[in-house]
């Protein structure tokens, strides 16, 4: 058996057409959707990633401003550039890229940002409503990783959803929002003593660690779906996952690659969710 490979890719070309026409629409009504990207220091891979969204916004139409500061800005002139932007008309969206410098606090920074322009779903009251079922902006990644397996077809109502990771951007969320659909959910990481007798539990895998082939065909399900958060550049410069794929695919029964997979569809729900912002704010 080989597994069936989710595109994600694909899926993510798919929603943007709509969510082009969706900006095309308010841009008629006097609202053109903005994001405002904070990019701090100078680390090649946060770099490229703030390109890619702004290629992303160019594609959709939403207008993006660049903000970059050097490494050593201090927390209160980044916090002042933030509560400026939480008042721009022109912006609906603010992410700022994470990591940020040691001597800045990431959940002062978060904390910062306007709620209802907090479009990676990351401050507090969006993670708190998220967790009561309230509307909220949900976390990228989470988001488009449940998208994917729903626009598979995979059902999730009763399936045992195994997380690996618990990080406060994927992995605790993600599970949330599959238990929001009536997964059974667990949550292993790096203290989980046999991660396989566990993992090979899952119906439904999702693997958010940051370690390049963590998980080999020992840790699958025959039949089982694989999501791979994964993504770890490799010393020959390429980008692999935290799963190995090629020897996965013959266990598994759906997975997603890396590059192409979980990535394109975390940056088409940010997409999403400044448009959101955007007809939200114009409704006010
Ligand atoms: N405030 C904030 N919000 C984020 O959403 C955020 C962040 N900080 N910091 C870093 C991580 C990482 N992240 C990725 C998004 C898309 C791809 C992506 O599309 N990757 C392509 C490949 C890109 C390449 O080749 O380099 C793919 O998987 O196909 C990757 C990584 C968002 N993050």
């Given at each position: 058996m080989t597994a069936q490979i989710i595109s994600g890719t694909e899926m993510a070309r798919t929603i943007r057409t709509a969510l082009a026409s969706e900006a095309a629409r308010l841009k008629a009504d006097g609202v053109e959707p903005g994001l405002a990207v904070i990019l701090v220091g100078d680390d090649p891979a946060s770099h490229s990633y703030v390109k890619g969204k702004q290629k992303a916004c160019a594609e959709v139409g939403i207008r993006s401003f660049l903000y970059t500061f050097p490494a050593a800005i201090d927390e209160e002139t980044l916090l002042a550039k933030i509560r400026e932007l939480n008042v721009d008309p022109a912006v609906h969206g603010i992410l700022v890229q994470l990591p940020l410098p040691d001597h800045i606090c990431e959940w002062s920074v978060i904390e910062t940002i306007a709620p209802e322009k907090d479009v990676d779903g990351f401050h507090p009251i969006n993670v708190g409503k998220m967790m009561i079922g309230q509307r909220a902006f949900l976390p990228c990644t989470p988001h488009g990783i449940l998208v994917m397996v729903q626009s598979a077809g995979?059902?999730?109502?009763?399936k045992h959803v195994v997380v690996v990771g618990r990080s406060n951007i994927v992995g605790k969320p993600v599970g949330q929002l599959f238990l929001r659909e009536h997964a059974t959910v667990t949550y292993t990481h790096s203290?989980?003593?046999?991660l396989a007798a566990i993992t090979r539990q899952a119906d439904i895998l999702i693997v958010a660690v940051g370690k390049a082939r963590l998980i080999g065909p020992e840790h699958i399900k025959p039949g089982a779906v694989v999501i791979d958060v994964g993504v770890n550049r490799l010393e020959n410069g390429k980008l692999c996952g935290d799963v190995d794929f090629d020897a996965v695919k013959e266990v598994a029964g759906y997975m997603t690659p890396v590059p192409g997979g979980v990535g394109p569809m975390t940056i088409t729900m940010l997409l999403h969710n400044t448009i959101e912002a955007a007809r939200q704010l114009a409704a006010k």
């Open positions: 995979i059902d999730i109502a009763g203290k989980t003593p046999d």
